[in-house]
T-cell receptor, first 111, second 112 residues
Framework: NAGVTQTPKFQVLKTGQSMTLQCAQD?????MYWYRQDPGMGLRLIYY???????DKGEVPNGYNVSRLNKREFSLRLESAAPSQTSVYFC??????????FGPGTRLTVL | GENVEQHPSTLSVQEGDSAVIKCTYS??????FPWYKQELGKRPQLIID?????GEKKDQRIAVTLNKTAKHFSLHITETQPEDSAVYFC???????????FGAGTQVVVTP
């Protein structure tokens, strides 16, 4: 099992460009999450999907959109990237109120 | 919503000594309390967790204690080793679904 996979691993964007971060899990989990982690800081929840077909805002949703494509896949889209969105993005999945498994992360730099 | 505070933010210990990290939570409905370890440049990984029906759990050199009345829980690492150097995050989660509220993290440095 691959667990949680994310693509790309690294990305550099210019201000105003758009991109989509992809996440997939093969553990048949119902819940999926997107976090951002800034240097020296904790994990802040951007969006989550409690189950297939539902998505909801987390702590820092501004500037992002998500799509729960199916049970396996949960994507995060930046429509118009800003330097403040420079961060490491982690996707995670869980079976409801249990351990969250994290992907390897995407390092995004917005110039 | 849930709010989790974690202390200290940094912890420096001599190899072989013990390390203790403390977290408090606000939502009395929270019933799942995991601890994650994140090494530099890596993803967070679960090291131990505890549910609200248990007061203490131990796994080799790592233990977690939970005081539901006071709404705080702690991570204890005994006989620390250099490979214990990392950032540790606590989290609290309510029972209805798996949304975690993470603490801000503790940077642990173990010096030989």
């Amino acid at each position: 099992n691959a667990g949680v996979t994310q693509t790309p691993k690294f990305q550099v964007l210019k201000t105003g460009q758009s991109m989509t971060l992809q996440c997939a899990q093969d553990m048949n989990h119902n819940s999926m999450y997107w976090y951002r982690q800034d240097p020296g800081m904790g994990l802040r929840l951007i969006y989550y999907s409690a189950s297939e077909g539902t998505t909801d805002k987390g702590e820092v949703p501004n500037g992002y959109n998500v799509s729960r494509l199916n049970k396996r896949e949960f994507s995060l889209r930046l429509e118009s990237a800003a330097p403040s969105q420079t961060s490491v993005y982690f996707c995670a999945s869980s079976e409801y109120n249990n351990e969250q498994f994290f992907g390897p992360g995407t390092r995004l730099t917005v110039l | 919503g849930e709010n989790v505070e974690q202390h200290p933010s940094t912890l420096s210990v001599q190899e072989g000594d013990s390390a203790v990290i403390k977290c408090t939570y606000s939502d009395s409905a929270s019933n799942y309390f995991p601890w994650y370890k994140q090494e530099l440049g890596k993803r967070p990984q679960l090291i131990i967790d505890i549910r609200s029906n248990v007061g203490e759990k131990k796994d080799q050199r790592i233990a977690v204690t939970l005081n539901k009345t006071a709404k705080h829980f702690s991570l204890h690492i005994t006989e620390t080793q250099p490979e214990d150097s990392a950032v540790y995050f606590c989290a609290a989660s309510p029972p209805y679904w798996g949304k975690f509220q993470f603490g801000a993290g503790t940077q642990v440095v173990v010096t030989p």
